[in-house]
């Protein structure tokens, strides 16, 4: 069965033009977490995300009509890169049900992104959704479709989703939900996501983000295993009632403003997502003992302090700290004083909450 989104039959005319779209999309550091899909990368449960600020994805495409074979090149920072083009043109091709006319141009695709690699911060996300925006885009000016820019960023988000499932939460600035969820607003959908409706508090409104890089090794787990491990899981089906506990608990909490709430939902989260990990078969701890360091003291720290600073992993060992603008001078000065000695080679970045993709000229 045909999707709504899907274009069956759209062909270029002959006398097409060519031409050049670029976008920049954030990353996102997933407050619900996406564990576990089905389907065509379909999630189990709903995610909730912040948007990152400083930790982006730039990507432009050349394109214009093939005049035989169709040509495509691939440059990731400035230079070829196989394992990344094989990832993006597999991409593209499966893509036919939905941009059949992509088979008809001489594509060259550039990206860089704005954090190293593998540096623990998803850059599937930023890399799908920046994609995603630049292929929605080249619908837009080929055929006029999508016309509302909601049906523009819905369709950016679905096909970004099929990149990579925490990427169609890139297409969004602040907070995104991706999946439907019984407990939280009602227009959510498994086969994209859209922005946060609720009216935030404003103690969430401009949430820092530190990323304490523990390890910059390569991802011991890919993403693809990761989600597969919760088939015939133990505790699955308790992790989908606690999922959509926290989705109800934290959106209340991010309206009402409750801190502890907040902190509560984001550190459970993240300590299930591993403690999952620990009872799958095969089993994995993606933690270092740095990892627990820091989450040690991070708790001592709130209890003697009482400042609003929490973490928040994925599935690896770096940690994500978020805290408000209250007490931001005193938490960066205990980031830097007790855990920066524990980061690899002191490696610290700094984001904030972002407001969201960008067309760029
Ligand atoms: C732990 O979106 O990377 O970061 O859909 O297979 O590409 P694929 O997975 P991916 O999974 C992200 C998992 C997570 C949690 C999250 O971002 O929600």
Redo the contacts with the bound molecule.
Sequence with gaps: MNDYYENPGLVLPENFPHGEVKWKSPS???L????G?YGP?L?KNA?L?MCLSESFTETSIHYKLSKGEPQRDFFFEGKANDAFAKRIWKFIDSLDSIYPYLGQLDLQIFTQNSFPHSAGI?S??SA?GALALCLVDMERSFFSSPKKDEDFVHKASYVA?L???????SVYGGYAI?GASKSVQENTDNKFAVPFSGKIAPAFENLSDAILMVDNGQKEV???L??SLMEGHPYADDRLAQADRNMNDLSKAMVSGDKESFIKVVEAEALS?HALMMASDPWFILMKPETLKILQLVKKYRAQTGHFLCFT???GPNVHLLYGKENELEVIKFIEKDLKPLCHHHQIIYDTMGSGPEKLK
């Design positions: 996102n550091i997933a619900v977490k996406y564990w899909k990368q999630p995610s995300s998803a599937s996300a799908m989703r990149g990579s499932g925490s990427a169609s939460r991706w890919s993403s693809s990761g989600h997502l992993l994925d599935a």
